[in-house]
């Protein structure tokens, strides 16, 4: 029996399936096949991650603010939300196996932990949070799965026991009192998750772009205003549109809209800050990002604005919450690539060259790690700057990852049971 | 317990890169990949002037791994590869390291070196690159470098020649020869005796009195990773060309034998 999604299933796996041949072939190669190099030693994977786990993050504040602030509107969606929340989270923690160099030792982050780094508490709150998530999103289902069952595909029917109405209606009694219970364990959590990942990077005095207070504040702002986004995006797709869901849709896009006016507030504030003293590390920095990187920035600039005019003034309409979506998810997304040239690009290595005219700062080359050219051509061994772009097996590994995001939220939406029944 | 540590004479070193190569070859280092590095302050291109005529200077400066106390290599590392040994020196567990790469990230001094790819691959495809037609490592298993595999007490493996795919490596103020009681490899092939490697626990030690009676800086001092090595400040410039060369003559004279 064809599904609702079983074309876009088809393509999904497509992609999907080329990912798992990019993963396989840069198992086999190394990841020289990747663009990064010694002095850029981060790319696509870790903008992807952090995109990922704000986009966790933001599932959870949707479906707890219902039960902590009483925002009845967003009753609707709040499965959805949880739904996306656990695969977002996994997902977080999947695109690291294809960044790391031996995927094969992780378990030495059980064994060995060291608990001053921040990766190993970012893995134990990511854990911790994909698991309340689907805790909650059991809570908040588990009426309809006693009642109905749930079809696996391959196992059948499963879960569905005799109960009469009025068992119905105390497990839904039930299920609202535990998921009062769990809300305020699960919005700290989820704030937690994107503070942790947003300290990874800012505790870097090494890397001034990062370095600082406001890092994990701008973290939180772009999961309050992507998180929204894509349960609006995934509701649309999945339950469409109806008089119980479009007040949740309003409710959502007003919420994503101002958090965007925040981030992007928070963002050139700390720009104006930078730009006055005018000199530095923290100028230079800055300076890359108007000048190098100026089409990314237009880019994440123009369509984070844009997504968030279409979710203020057109709440209520469908067709624009889609393009308000896309363009946030566009707009983000290069928000969190530029997390990277800046930090990069700018070597912390400087040494200040005093002269009798004036003075400068010079930045001292690294080994880029392979050799490239021939005798006729040689290439440079030592650079103060990379030109990093993610190469073609990146952006298929990630693309792969996605579309498993995308899959496994539909399929799980269409297994169990997101929507409401009375 | 010693605690290594390692200075450096700006007015010694000549920018030859001899410990550069001669760390290369003792430490079996990969294509591409440099634990020493040798450049010219403020050049774009190493052994070119800086400056404006008539004010020109050339100061060469050589960055090993700075061996930090407050390492963030060292607390960045979500699994405890990266640490420093009580004698002071920053070392990598070859055999822990799970290629995260965020000490890459955290390092100021930009010394840590990926295995982006096979090693042994690496050495054959990087010797056609340069045009050896022999194509050297096709079919020999020579390897040039200290040949075994070195373990510190507790059994950690330090250093490799046979380089595993997908670690972070470093400057290990070569390990190897610093367990047999042997200054490391730069420090020997310097032809300018630049370098002084010892102990900085001891008060008697070269470098300790050198750091006590001599102009020194560390390396990006604002961060405060408290490298352990020193760096002694070229002389002031218009003492060069001062050397009386007669006295100098006349001590050859008395040396020269007559054949």
Redo the contacts between chains.
Sequence with gaps: MPGKFSKVYKILGLIMLIGLIAFIYQLYKGLIVTHMRNSFSWGLYIATWAFFVGTAAGGLVVSSSIYLFKVEALKPVARLATITAFVFAIAAMTILLPDVGRPDRLYNIFIHPNFKSLLPWDFLVLSSYSLVSIIYAYILMKPEIYKFGVSIPLLGLKGKRNITDEEYKKLKEESFRKAKKLAPLALPLAILIHTVTAWVLATQAARPWWYGGLLAPTFIATAISTGPAIVILFSLWVLGVNERLLPAYRVLAKISALSSIILLFMYYNEFFVRFWWHHGEDYEALKLLFTKYLHLHVIEVFFILLSAYLFFRYSDVPKKLVQGGIALIIGVFAHRFLLLPSAYNIIPFRVPVIERYGSEEWSYPIAHGEVIGDLLKPGKVFVDYWNYYPSIIEILITAGVMAAVVFVILKLSEILPVEEKA | MPRWGMAIDLGRCIGCRSCAVVCKIHNSLP????WQ?V?T??AKVHHTP???YP?F?EVY?P?PCQHCDNA?CV???????TWQREDGLVLIDFE???????C???????V???????SDK?FK??FK???FSQNWFADSSYRPGYPYEHRTKDGRLVFTPKR?????EKCTFCVQYVDQGLPPACVRGCPGNARIFGDLNDPNSLISQVIKRRDVIR??ED?NTSPKVYYLLPEYKSYRGKIIYEKILKAFERMAVNL
Excluded: H
């Design positions: 294509p591409g990949t440099w590095r450049e302050i403020g800086v400056g404006r004010d200077s400066l960055v963030p607390k960045v590392c979500p699994v405890g590869a822990r390291c799970i290629g995260c790469r965020y890459m990230t955290a390092c100021p001094y930009g840590r070196q990926f295995n982006w790819q096979n690496n495809e990087a690159k340069l045009g595993p795919r997908g670690v972070v390396m990006r961060l």
